[in-house]
């Protein structure tokens, strides 16, 4: 896993979906025990006493590593789709934004977290979690996709 550093942080308004912005830098490489067996959610099992070969984190979660940022969250709009307050979400900026992706974009100059929902020629970004209403994207309201959500990081 390499270590990531606050190499620069994106000057943007206050809001209530996304806290920081910080982009991506390998700056050195660990990597950690990769067992050969898998684990059971159920009934455990003895596990092996011997690793198969180490694992480097970025190489599973970065793909494209000049396109890829970390978006700290604020707010409780994704809950139901596993994203908490004080998550780190691994946006992926060289990805196309599809039908049902969650996508990180800027509506009206505000960063926000959002499923992306595209239906008869209609824009929605959806929240997960019923107390808030989706938000149609009308000609009348200035809107990009900042990029999309391909992992989240968060403690158990």
Not at 30 to 43: C, D, E, Q
Not at 111 to 131: A, C, H, M
Request: proline share 4%.
């Amino acid at each position: 896993m390499s270590v990531l550093v606050r190499s620069r942080k994106i000057n943007m308004r206050k809001n209530k979906e996304i806290k920081d912005i910080f982009g991506f830098e390998a700056r050195t490489k660990v990597r950690l025990p990769l067992y050969v067996s898998t684990i059971k959610a159920g009934f455990p099992s003895p596990a092996d006493d011997y690793l198969d070969k180490k694992l480097d984190l970025n190489e599973h979660l970065v793909k494209h590593p000049a396109a890829t940022f970390f978006v700290k969250v604020a707010g409780d709009s994704m809950i139901n789709a596993g994203i908490f307050p004080d998550d780190i979400l691994i946006v992926d900026r060289s990805l196309e934004a599809r039908n049902n992706r969650i996508i990180v974009a800027i509506l009206d100059g505000e960063f926000t977290v959002k499923r992306l929902k595209k239906y008869r020629g209609k824009i929605s970004l959806v929240s997960e979690n019923p107390d808030y209403e989706p938000i149609e994207v009308t000609e009348d309201r200035d809107f990009d996709v900042w990029g999309v959500v391909t992992n989240v990081i968060h403690s158990v």
